[in-house]
C-alpha cells in the first residue's frame, strides 16, 4: 500500500493575524487538555474519598460486630451509621422466623428525626409481615434488595400513608442471609431520592454480610451454650443444667409460699437390657422412656394447674431427675410418680423382643429445714434407694425418719467396713442336742458377734440387715465359715488326740442368700473344707428359702453339689415366709429346723398342730428335724413327746465363746 | 482557596473584557496567573486580582464580587451538574450548601476550609443567612445567591443586614424569594 504525502504547513512559518489564530487555538486546547484532566482527577479523587468513607463505615460496622455478642446491639448501630452515611431518615431491623414465612420487626431502629416521623416509626418499629407482604415481606419472597423510588404512587405498601405524611421519598430493603436461608432483612426510608443505588447496594450488602455473621456466632453460641447443658441422646437437660435451675428455683422459695420437690427416677433392670440386648437397645430404651415421660408430664401439667413447672433432666446412665417448681401442694409430686409408673408399664420393642423397664422413684420435698437445694437432691437419692430396696416400680418420699435411719445405716456400713479390716467379729457357738434322754450334743450353731468398739458385744440383729443392704455380707459370711470350720477342726483334732475314733460333733454355719448365690460360693465351701481338714458331714450348712426365692434352680445346683461332698444342709426358720413344699420337693435338705416362733408358741394348739405337720412331713421326706428356740422345761418335753430329734435354745444351752463352748462337750463326753 | 475560584473567574474575566484584560490584571496584580482546580493558592492572591480588576474596570470590590459570583454560577453547573441535579430550586440549593455542595468540595480536596453558613427564619418570614466573612466576601456570596436564584429561574431579593466591614461580629444577608 502506499501512502500520499499530505502537505503540512510547518516548514513555512506562519506569520501576523494567522500566528495569533494558531496561538488561540492552541491555547483553548490546552485549556481543554487542561480542565479534562483535572475532571479525571477530581474523578478518582471522589471516588477515593468515597470509598474511604465507605471503608471506615464498614470498619466501624465490622469492628463493632466482631466485639459484640448481640445481633441488636450491633443491629442498632449499623442502621444509625448506615442512615448518618447515606443521609437518610429511618433504618429498621427485621427477623425471619417461622421457617421463613413470617417478617417481623424487632423493635431495632433508627430515626435521624424521631419526634417528626413519630407515626411512621409508630407503624415501624412492630410490624409483622408473610411472605410478599409490604417491603420486608417482598425481600422475604424473592431473596434479593428490593427499591422504592417514589413511595406515593406504590398502593402496596402498607405504611404508605405514613411514609407520605413523613414526606419520605424513597425506600430499599435488603436481605440478610446466613448461606441460603434468609435470617433477617433491614429497610431504609429517605426524603431525598435514593440516586446511586450501585454505591448504596455495596455499603449495604457488606454491612449486611457482617450483621449476618453476628447472627451465625449468635447461633452457634446458642448451640454451644445448648449442648454444654443438654444431654445429645435425649435432648433433655443434663446435670449442669438443672443444678442451674435447682439453684434458681430454690433461691426463689424464700420469697413465697410455694415449694419445690426433687424427684429421682431410676429405672430398674436397664443395666440387664444394655447387657442382654447390648448399648443401641439401651439407648433405644432411654429415648422410649424420655418421650413417655415428657408426654405425661405435659398431660400431668394440663390436668394439674397446681402442678408448678417442671424440669425433666438426664443426669445418668438410667437417672433422670423431675424439678418441679412453684408447687403448692406438696402431694403432686406423688401424683406425678404414679403416672410415670403407669407410662411404664407397656412393653419397649427392642430388636425382636419386648422388654419393660420399671422404675423406682424417690421424693424430697423443700422445706424450711433444708439451707441449700444439694441437701434435697441428696434426699430425693436416699429416698430413691429406698424404693429400689422394696423392689420395681415403688415410689418413697423422704421423710426425717428415712433420713435418721439411712443415716445410721451409712455410719454402720461404714463402720461394718473397719470391723472387718479390724477384725471385729467373732463366733460363738450354740450347741444343739438331740432331744432324747441322755440329751447328747450333737454340734453346734455358729452365731456371729461383733465386739463393737464402743457399743460393746452386739447381736447379729444390731447389724446383719445392713450388712445385707451394703453387700459386707459376703466378707462377713466367708469369714464366718471359715473361721467356723477352723474352730471345729481344732476342736476335733483336740478331741482324737483324747479319745480316737470318737463322735465329732458338727458345726452349722448360716449363709446368706447373697453370700450362697455368689458364683464361686461352692468351691469357696470346698476351698475351707480342704484348708481346714474339717470332715465334710460335720459342716452344716443352713440357707432360709430366701434364697430359693431369689433362684430357684442355682440354689438346686448348688446344694445338689456341696451335698455331693458329704456337707449337710438346712432349711432354717421353716414354717414362717412362704414355706412352699415344692422347695421341699425340689431342693436337696437334710434338715428342717423348726422356726422359734412356734417353739415359744407351743401351749397354743395351732402351733402343736403346725409343728406336727412339719414332723410328719419330715418324716415322710426322710428329713432330720431341729427346733430352734427352746426356753423352757416344758417347750422340750412337748417337743419330745411329738417326736423331734433335735433341738437348742436358752433352756438346753446358750451361745458361748468358742472357748466354754468347745469346754461343754469334754464336759458331756466326761460325764 | 481552591483553585476552581481563581478558574471560574478567569472565565467571567476573559468571556467580559477577554484574554488581554485578564493578563493585564495578573501582571498588575503580580499573580502567577495558572491556576489548577485541583490545586489551592493564597487567599491574597485573588484579593490582589479582585482589588485590581476592580480597579480596571472602574468598579468597586463588592460590585466585582457580586458580579463574578453571579456569573460563576452557571459555569459551576456545567463543571459539576451532579452538584445541581438533586434540587428543584433554588432554595433547596442554598440552603443545602453546608452539607452537600461543601461536602462535595470536601470529597475533591481534603482538608477544604469551606465556610458555614448558618440559615434561619427572620421574624419578616425571610430567610437569613449569616457568617464569618473576610473582605467582604459577603459580597461574592450575594452574586452566588444571585445566580443560584437565575439559575433555577427564581428571583431573589438579597439585603446585607450586617457585615464585618462594618465592624460586625458577622456578616448577614436577608434573603427573600420572590
Not at chain 1, 43 to 48: D, H, I, N, P, V
Not at chain 2, 37 to 63: F, K, T
Request: glycine content about 8%; overall charge negative.
Amino acid at each position: 500500500m502506499k501512502y500520499e504525502r499530505i502537505p503540512l504547513s510547518g516548514k513555512t512559518e506562519p506569520r501576523g493575524t494567522d500566528l495569533v489564530d494558531r496561538l488561540e487555538r492552541q491555547l483553548e486546547q490546552e485549556r481543554k487538555a487542561r480542565l479534562e484532566a483535572e475532571a479525571i482527577a477530581e474523578r478518582g479523587l471522589r471516588e477515593l474519598y468515597e470509598s474511604q468513607v465507605r471503608l471506615a463505615l464498614l470498619q466501624r460496622i465490622t469492628d463493632f460486630a466482631n466485639q459484640s455478642n448481640s445481633f441488636a446491639e450491633v443491629l442498632d448501630m449499623a442502621l444509625k451509621e448506615i442512615c448518618l452515611h447515606m443521609g437518610w431518615e429511618f433504618g429498621n431491623g427485621i427477623r425471619v422466623s417461622d421457617n421463613g414465612r413470617v417478617a417481623a420487626a424487632c423493635d431495632t431502629w433508627f430515626a435521624s428525626e424521631p419526634d417528626r416521623l413519630f407515626p411512621f416509626v409508630e407503624a415501624s418499629r412492630a410490624i409483622r409481615v408473610g411472605v410478599g407482604d409490604c417491603l420486608p415481606g417482598r425481600v422475604l419472597r424473592d431473596h434479593h434488595p428490593h427499591w422504592i423510588d417514589e413511595i406515593a404512587a406504590e398502593d402496596w405498601l402498607a405504611r404508605r400513608p405514613q411514609a407520605v405524611e413523613a414526606k419520605l421519598l424513597s425506600a430499599c430493603a435488603f436481605p440478610i442471609s446466613i448461606g441460603d436461608e434468609l435470617v433477617a432483612v433491614i429497610e431504609f426510608f429517605s426524603s431525598k431520592p435514593m440516586i446511586d443505588k450501585d454505591a448504596i447496594l455495596l455499603t449495604i450488602t457488606q454491612s449486611a454480610t457482617q450483621l449476618g455473621r453476628v447472627i451465625e456466632r449468635e447461633r452457634a453460641r446458642a448451640t454451644l451454650l445448648h449442648d454444654a447443658l443438654h444431654d445429645a441422646m435425649t435432648g433433655l437437660p443434663n446435670r449442669v443444667l438443672l443444678d442451674e435451675r435447682c439453684r434458681s428455683a430454690f433461691q426463689r422459695l424464700s420469697t413465697g409460699t410455694a415449694r419445690l420437690a426433687i424427684m429421682v427416677i431410676d429405672l430398674d433392670g436397664f443395666k440387664a437390657i444394655n447387657d442382654k440386648y447390648g448399648h443401641h437397645a439401651g439407648d433405644a430404651l432411654l429415648v422410649d422412656v424420655t418421650g413417655r415421660f415428657q408426654a405425661a408430664i405435659n398431660a400431668f401439667q394440663q390436668s394439674h394447674l397446681q402442678a408448678g413447672h417442671a424440669t425433666l433432666a438426664r443426669v445418668g446412665g438410667d437417672e433422670f431427675v423431675i424439678l418441679l417448681d412453684s408447687i403448692k401442694d406438696g402431694s403432686v409430686a406423688e401424683k406425678l410418680a404414679t403416672l410415670l409408673h403407669d407410662v411404664l408399664r407397656p412393653p419397649t420393642q427392642v430388636d425382636n423382643d419386648q422388654v419393660t423397664a420399671g422404675a423406682s422413684i424417690g421424693i424430697a420435698l423443700s422445706g424450711p429445714e433444708y439451707d441449700d437445694v444439694e441437701q434435697i437432691r441428696r434426699d430425693a437419692d436416699l429416698a430413691m434407694y429406698e424404693a429400689k430396696a422394696s423392689g420395681s416400680g415403688h415410689t418413697v418420699t423422704f421423710t426425717d425418719a428415712l433420713g435418721t435411719e439411712a443415716r445410721n445405716r451409712m455410719a454402720l456400713e461404714r463402720e461394718l467396713r473397719e470391723a472387718i479390716r479390724d477384725k471385729q467379729f467373732l463366733l460363738f457357738y450354740q450347741p444343739i442336742f438331740a432331744l432324747t434322754e441322755d440329751q447328747r450334743l450333737m454340734g453346734y450353731e455358729a452365731l456371729i458377734r461383733w465386739q463393737h468398739p464402743t457399743r460393746g458385744l452386739l447381736d447379729p440383729g444390731a447389724f446383719i440387715d445392713a450388712a445385707e443392704q451394703s453387700g459386707l455380707i459376703v466378707f462377713i459370711g466367708d469369714w464366718v465359715l471359715r473361721q467356723g470350720c477352723t474352730a471345729l477342726a481344732s476342736l476335733h483334732k483336740r478331741m482324737v488326740n483324747k479319745t480316737p475314733g470318737c463322735e465329732l460333733p458338727f458345726v452349722s454355719i448360716n449363709i446368706a442368700p447373697q453370700q450362697f448365690l455368689q458364683p464361686s460360693f461352692a468351691q469357696q465351701v470346698q476351698r475351707v473344707l480342704i484348708e481346714t481338714g474339717v470332715p465334710s458331714d460335720c459342716l452344716r450348712l443352713e440357707v432360709t428359702e430366701g434364697v430359693a426365692i431369689i433362684d430357684a434352680d442355682r440354689t438346686r445346683q448348688v446344694l445338689e453339689e456341696i451335698r455331693a461332698w458329704g456337707v449337710r444342709t438346712s432349711l432354717d426358720d421353716f414354717g414362717t415366709g412362704y414355706s412352699s413344699l415344692s422347695y421341699l420337693q425340689n431342693l436337696p435338705f437334710d434338715t428342717l429346723k423348726i422356726d422359734r416362733s412356734f417353739v415359744a408358741s407351743i401351749e397354743d394348739p395351732k402351733s402343736r398342730n403346725i409343728i406336727r405337720a412339719i414332723l410328719d412331713l419330715a418324716n415322710n421326706l426322710n428329713l432330720s428335724v431341729v427346733a430352734e428356740g427352746i426356753e423352757s422345761p416344758e417347750q422340750g418335753r412337748v417337743l419330745v413327746e411329738m417326736g423331734c430329734e433335735f433341738g437348742q435354745g436358752f433352756h438346753l444351752g446358750v451361745p458361748l465363746d468358742e472357748k466354754s463352748a468347745f469346754a461343754l462337750i469334754d464336759q458331756r463326753r466326761a460325764a | 482557596m481552591k483553585g476552581v475560584i481563581f478558574n471560574l473567574l478567569e472565565e467571567a474575566i476573559v468571556a467580559e473584557h477577554g484574554v488581554a484584560a485578564w493578563v493585564d490584571i495578573m501582571d498588575l496584580a503580580g499573580a502567577r496567573g495558572t491556576y489548577s482546580s485541583l490545586g489551592s493558592y493564597p487567599d491574597e492572591e485573588l484579593y490582589a486580582i479582585v482589588d485590581h480588576a476592580a480597579a480596571g474596570l472602574a468598579l468597586p470590590v463588592p460590585d466585582v464580587l457580586r458580579w463574578f459570583g453571579q456569573g460563576a454560577i452557571p459555569r459551576l453547573a456545567e463543571r459539576y451538574p451532579t452538584l445541581f441535579a438533586n434540587h428543584r430550586g433554588s432554595r433547596s440549593f442554598i440552603t443545602s450548601v453546608n452539607d452537600v455542595i461543601h461536602l462535595e468540595v470536601r470529597k475533591l480536596y481534603a482538608g477544604a476550609a469551606c465556610p458555614h453558613f448558618h440559615f434561619y427564619d427572620l421574624a419578616d418570614g425571610r430567610l437569613a443567612m449569616a457568617y464569618q466573612s473576610r473582605r467582604q466576601l459577603c459580597h461574592l456570596a450575594h452574586g452566588f445567591v444571585l445566580g443560584t436564584a437565575a439559575f433555577f429561574g427564581d428571583a431573589i431579593d438579597v439585603e446585607h443586614l450586617a457585615c464585618t466591614s462594618k465592624g460586625d461580629a458577622l456578616c448577614r444577608l436577608a434573603l427573600d424569594w420572590q
